[in-house]
């Protein structure tokens, strides 16, 4: 490989066999010749398939080929830094065959032994360990040992000048890999993976299968993380913890390391058929992290934070028209980056909670011990879990989950309580007001009059007759069931209960679905939401500052002063407690704060001349404050530059975004297109930018006028299905027709879910804009 004019020459050397001409993929490569048994042999290239005329064939195939390492973030890339380069892959889903021509169809597991030619002064990590290394010139020839069988997307290479930090785990060591001067930041994101480890050796019942774990931090990266198996890759952001870290980010690494590593048993060790089951890989995992987190560090309650990153997100996507079901037929790989979405993370999470809650945890393990000992260096289906799981419970777990993963859409469950009897009916969710008749397969945790008991409930209406007249009542405890509930004229039934965080978290996320479909009125919802001003819990509270977030970029006027005194009161109440989650939810309050009170932002706005000694949890909002009361771009600009940090550079461009003056966003918004500012960060300031409300009409007009450059930037990766599903409802609020026009003709095929998806929920966005005007 030639690391500094970005090209290699490859050879790969398959043993298979075939009844008729073999076909590889390969993209972008230039093949040189192809030999079959020693002989030369004809072959046929197309962009993405590569056709050798072998006839029906039985042995080794030897294809010498070259390509180049090019500046996108998929495939073989260079990811620079400082004045410097690593070359890194990442190949999921079907980007293997960018660096070797391969089947690259997650069923066609082989063993792969993988040599790399690079300059001596450089070094090589990939899935294996080093087994040898042979100088050749300036050269040195290493050679990794043979992997298990695995999947294409999982391999890796990654070439550089990586700083290292070993420790040894049992048999296992676990590297942390960074470029140079940045492993001292690994401490917290090894201790956490060395745990999770001996978590999942327990919880599988099967010892991690390869005999090192390198976590890799990856100067620019697409995703959050790839769980390629043994050499895990990460953004350096969500790997990286220093003294400058707040506590919001600190639970973010752990989560995406351990989701990473959850993932090396159930995904690596045992993976889908075909990525039409890629949600159940991902849903795992995440499911999976939690589950991990819970055992770590109980004090952070993790499973509140799942409700609100992973159920809500869920919640929030599948209530359109354009949804889709948890498991879609998938063709193109277009197709396949774009159901990496909260359907098939967060949903899919969600039904596994419930599904959990409905056979129980001991049972629910043994099952998956079982999936995994099964199917082990193998694939596997949905289809496969749902058997283990209902043979290990005798319960309908099949009969569930296809009525969950089969159907889009979720169900409201309106309740009536009258006397002696409750009522109980389901219909399809939409976020516009209309509905549909639909009916899913529910387990239904109830609890009346203080007793909790749960029922099945299959059909469209259920009535239940209690003994003694229904006083308290309170429906989907801890809120296990993906449902929302609607009680009609027993509301106060339900504050008679005694309502765990997440009971409260439910009502108050339920009632802003409602609010948003025009079920509820915005002062039957401010009246509730006066309830939780005068207690402070993390969850309800958390979700309630998002809220009014949300509201302030819509409806800046009507919400501002609710806004201003919710948020003033709730940072009054945390303000003696110490702890993790106090310091998480610190940071939300007070970073809304900023955007909404003057006053506020000009006091807090002092501090940024020590900023390097504001604590981390308060670091975001100084900047706010700094940007929103004294306009400085200039100083904050100096700041970015002269930071090394990249959660430093991330709060100082989350600032830029927040100006009153807008031109100083639209400058904020280009400068994010030098290379100046990661490549994976252009996305991110543009989204917070979008939540700006003095900034609105300027961000939409720098949109306009550079979509070319993002659609270039993430082109393969996905990246901008998720970024127009979340800007379009808003930036497009008052201007739907002109939005509806501009996107017409914008030919994006990895982002057109996202953006029909945007463009539908617009629509209720703009309707509550016009209610509140
Ligand atoms: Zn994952």
Known sequence: ???????????????????????????GLDIRGIVMDEKPVGFKQTAEELTVQTGAFDGILEINYAGTITDSLVGIYRAPYDHSQIVTTHFEAAQARRMLPCIDHPDAKAEFRIAVKIDKKLTAISNMPVESVVPEGEKKLITFQKTPRM????????????????????????????????????????????R????????????????????????????GAMENWGAITFRESALLIDANSSARVKKRVAEIVDHELAHQWFGNLVTMKWWDDIWLSESFATFMASKVIDSLHPDWKIWEDFMRNETAGALERDCLKRTHPIQVPVRSPDEIEQIFDEISYGKGASILRMIEGYIGKDTFQRGVRQYLSNYAYSNATGNDLWNMLETTSNKKVQTIMSGWIRQPGYPMLTVEANGRELT????????????????????????????????????????????????????????????????????????????????????????????????????????????????????????????????NTIAQERICDFSKTFHRSQLELIHEKTDENTKVLREALANRLTLVDDLYSKELAANFEKYDTVPPDMKQAVALAYARSI?????????????????????????????????????????????????????????????????????????????????????????????????????????????NEFFAHQKIPDAEVGISAGLEKLLAYDRLARTLA
């Open 631 to 739: 306009e400085d771009y200039d100083r904050l600009l100096t700041a970015y530059r002269n930071s090394d940090s990249d959660q430093d550079k991330i709060r100082l461009l989350t600032a830029m975004t927040a100006f009153k003056r807008a031109a100083l966003v639209y400058q904020t918004l280009d400068f994010t297109l030098t290379k100046e500012v990661k490549r994976q960060d252009t996305r991110l300031v543009l989204t917070t930018a979008v939540g700006n409300p003095d900034a609105r009409d300027i961000t939409w007009k720098w949109l306009r006028e550079n979509i070319d450059k993002l659609k270039e930037r993430y082109a393969g990766t996905g990246t901008l299905s998720g970024t127009f599903l979340t800007i379009i409802p808003i930036l497009g609020i008052s201007r739907i027709g002109e939005v």
């Open 151 to 194: 999947s294409t997307y999982l391999l890796y290479l990654g070439i550089g000048r990586f700083e290292e930090q070993t420790t040894k785990h049992g048999t296992l060591d676990v590297i942390m890999a960074t470029t140079p001067g940045k492993v001292k930041s690994c401490e917290f994101s090894q201790d956490e993976a060395t």
């Open 424 to 551: 109980l009916r389901q219909e399809r969710f939409f976020i516009s007001n209309s509905s549909e008749k639909g009916a899913w397969p529910m387990p239904i945790t109830l609890e009346i009059n203080g007793e909790s008991q749960s029922i099945f409930m299959d059909s469209t209406e259920e009535t239940i007759q209690t003994q003694a007249p229904i006083s308290s009542l309170r429906v989907n405890l801890d809120r296990t069931g993906f449902y929302l509930v609607r009680y009609v004229g027993c509301e106060d039934l339900l504050w008679k209960s005694k309502l765990s965080p997440i009971d409260q978290w439910g009502i108050v996320f339920d009632a802003f679905a409602f609010l948003l479909s025009g079920r509820m009125q915005f002062p039957d919802y401010l009246t509730l939401l006066k309830r939780f001003t005068s207690r402070s819990e993390y969850l309800p509270t958390h979700e309630i500052s998002d809220q009014l977030s949300f509201l």
């Open 1 to 27: 490989m030639d690391f500094e004019k970005l090209r290699f020459n490859g050879k790969v050397r398959i043993r298979l066999q075939s009844e008729q001409d073999v076909v590889l993929n390969s993209v």
């Open 196 to 223: 999770a480890i001996d978590f999942f050796n327990a919880y599988y019942a099967i010892p991690y299968a390869l005999p090192k774990i390198h976590l890799i931090a990856v100067p620019e990266f697409a995703m």
